[in-house]
């Protein structure tokens, strides 16, 4: 998207909105459900590919950091990936395993 002279630069989202955001959307899908990466992306830049397609890396960074502190799981073909620091190709995200069934736990127990 080309932007008039002198117009301002759009405003990038802090890795703090990006993880709220991955979060969210993450939860909203639910257990044993995934996220692509760019929803994450699209619900922060908009649908213009100039909005969302720099925030991928971004994304990606924050997703490494969340799987990490055992918020988020990142997978490829399915299956969780074994080194967050070291995966290549198409991810989505989900909720980790461990989550959904202490979240399970934790309801049947009220």
């Not at 918020?71 to 995966?87: E, M, N, S, T």
């Amino acid at each position: 998207m080309i932007q008039p002279p002198n117009a301002p630069e759009p405003r990038r989202p802090s890795e703090d909105e990006i993880a709220e955001t991955l979060l969210r959307l993450v939860a909203e899908r639910g257990a044993d459900k995934t996220v692509c990466p760019s929803e994450v992306a699209r619900a922060l830049g908009g649908p213009h590919p100039d909005g969302w397609g720099p925030l991928m890396q971004p994304v990606r960074r924050v997703a490494v950091r969340l799987t990490k502190a055992g918020r988020v799981a990142i997978l490829r073909k399915g299956r969780v990936v074994p080194d967050p620091d070291d995966f290549r190709g198409i991810y989505r995200l989900g909720q980790p395993r461990d989550a959904a069934v202490q979240g399970a736990g934790s309801r049947a127990s009220e």
